[in-house]
């Protein structure tokens, strides 16, 4: 608040000292114009012409210097996050396919195969899993997406958006939903297998989520502290 108050103090300076100057300089085209028999005719239309073109000068800069330095500050700005933009895509992307290996349906080396295992229990029979096949069709579309980004901040915060939904709704609902049924029907149920396997695959899904999430706030920072990646997940709990 106080930085804008500075600001507009200093602008009121510089239209104050631009009012003073082009009163000053009217009274002294208009003290020329009323002595002008005192002046040889090309020097006075001289004096008067240029004085009228300082006087023109000053009042359009009174009027549009603010706006054109505003307009070259926003369009730096723009500039700047373009090319942060570009700058984080290509990290961006390296996470999008890691992500993709999660949710390849013919993997057995992920959380939902893991837990899907346990269908085959009675006690287990009637939890509700996400198939992975769903998010991979989404995730498909998703990558068709990411070859159209047209290198701007504005695109690239929409596809940080798309990407973070879709892990979102791989997280909450092919994980965490599924392993808090089975918590609490009964972790005691769970064969050690498939707990060993719970275990393995999902600590290299949180190595994983702790390593977007680093990506997020140093995108964040980038970005002035702007909320461009998400940067918190809940974790699926032990089995």
């Known amino acids: 608040m106080r930085k804008m108050t500075n600001e507009k103090s200093k602008n009121g300076i510089k239209l104050g000292q631009i009012v003073t100057i082009i009163s000053a300089l009217s009274?002294?085209?208009?003290?020329?114009?009323?002595?002008?028999?005192s002046f040889p005719p090309d020097i006075f239309h001289t004096l008067v012409v240029l004085l009228v073109t300082i006087i023109i000068i000053f009042i359009v800069y009174g009027f549009l210097a603010h706006p054109i330095s505003n307009f070259i500050k926003r369009k730096r700005k723009v500039?700047?996050?373009?090319?942060?933009?570009?700058?984080?895509f290509d990290e961006f992307k390296d996470f999008?396919?890691?992500?993709?290996e999660f949710v390849e349906s013919n993997r057995c080396d992920n959380i939902p195969y893991a837990l899907r295992d346990l269908s085959s229990s009675p006690e287990f029979r009637?939890?509700?899993f996400l198939s992975t096949q769903d998010i991979h069709n989404l995730f498909y579309n998703f990558e068709k997406r990411l070859k159209r980004f047209d290198g701007t901040k504005e695109d690239f915060s929409?596809?940080?958006?798309?990407f973070d939904?879709?892990?979102?709704?791989?997280?909450?609902?092919?994980?965490?939903?599924p392993v808090e049924e089975i918590r609490r029907i009964g972790q005691d149920k769970v064969n050690e297998r498939i707990k060993r396997d719970y275990r393995?695959?999902?600590g290299t899904y949180e190595r994983f989520v702790e390593d977007y999430?680093?990506?997020?706030?140093?995108?964040?920072?980038?970005?002035?502290?702007?909320?461009?990646?998400?940067?918190?997940?809940?974790?699926?709990?032990?089995?």
């Open 27 to 37: 009274v002294i085209t208009i003290s020329i114009i009323a002595t002008h028999a």
């Open 79 to 88: 500039r700047k996050h373009n090319a942060l933009a570009r700058k984080y």
């Open 96 to 100: 999008t396919n890691r992500f993709g």
């Open 126 to 128: 009637n939890i509700s």
């Open 158 to 162: 929409l596809l940080a958006n798309e």
């Open 165 to 177: 939904t879709l892990m979102d709704m791989y997280n909450e609902f092919c994980i965490r939903k």
């Open 200 to 202: 393995k695959h999902k």
């Open 213 to 239: 999430i680093g990506f997020g706030k140093k995108v964040n920072r980038g970005f002035g502290r702007e909320r461009i990646v998400r940067t918190h997940f809940e974790t699926p709990g032990e089995l």
